[in-house]
């Protein structure tokens, strides 16, 4: 029972490389997020979707791209990393109707643009 | 957009003591949660309130929803050592699709 996994943990990239960052869930949870967690800001929503096949901007997207692969997966990508985007990921999933509105968490990919 | 403003920022206390923070927003929210991050994990949730006014425990811990529906508060009390982490505040947003907004988190830290 892994719940949310998030892959790699650790990265740094070149600036203006790409990379994908991974996330999945085995509880199947209809809607996931991704979040960026930046030191005295908590966490801020870059984009989420709802279900299956669908995805939605969160507060700050730009630079960022998703993709809901499945029910199980859902990815961000960053096309060409800035110094910026240096931060660590959660990725998260919630099921429908869960009645404490309760969101599981996956332990984060922690990114260094350099 | 939907901003929650939590403190404090950081607390130092000795073991034993209790612990208060709390959280505003400009914003009314119907669910407050607190959830607290580990180091290198994410957040897990702690307390979840639905209703204005609401006062729910949790062992030690305890939560309320304001009456204004803009604000929250945690109390811990009695820390221990592994109180230490960082908490965060969160209110849900039902647009379409449901989101929560985190607060920008307090950390504890605690002196054996």
């Known amino acids: 029972n892994a719940g949310v996994t998030q892959t790699p943990k650790f990265q740094v990239l070149k600036t203006g490389q790409s990379m994908t960052l991974q996330c999945a869930q085995d509880?199947?949870?209809?809607?996931m997020y991704w979040y960026r967690q930046d030191p005295g800001m908590g966490l801020r929503l870059i984009y989420y979707s709802a279900s299956e096949g669908t995805t939605d901007k969160g507060e700050v997207p730009n630079g960022y791209n998703v993709s809901r692969l499945n029910k199980r997966e859902f990815s961000l990508r960053l096309e060409s990393a800035a110094p910026s985007q240096t931060s660590v990921y959660f990725c998260?999933?919630?099921?429908?109707?869960?009645?404490?509105?309760?969101?599981?968490f996956g332990s984060g990919t922690r990114l260094t643009v350099v | 957009g939907q901003q929650l403003n939590q403190s404090p920022q950081s607390m130092f206390i000795q073991e034993g003591e209790d612990v208060s923070m709390n959280c505003t927003s400009s914003?009314?929210?119907?669910?407050w949660l607190w959830y607290k991050q580990e180091p290198g994990e994410g957040p897990v949730l702690l307390i979840a309130?639905?209703?204005?006014?609401e006062l729910t425990s949790n062992g030690r811990l305890t939560a309320q929803f304001g009456i204004t529906r803009k604000d929250s508060f945690l109390n811990i009390s009695a820390s221990i050592p592994s109180d230490v982490g960082i908490y965060f505040c969160a209110g849900l947003v039902v647009q379409g699709a449901q989101k929560l907004v985190f607060g920008q988190g307090t950390r504890l830290t605690i002196n054996p």
């Open positions: 309130l639905y209703k204005a006014g």
């Open positions: 509880m199947n949870h209809n809607s």
């Open positions: 998260a999933s919630r099921a429908p109707g869960a009645i404490n509105y309760g969101y599981t």
């Open positions: 914003s009314i929210f119907n669910t």
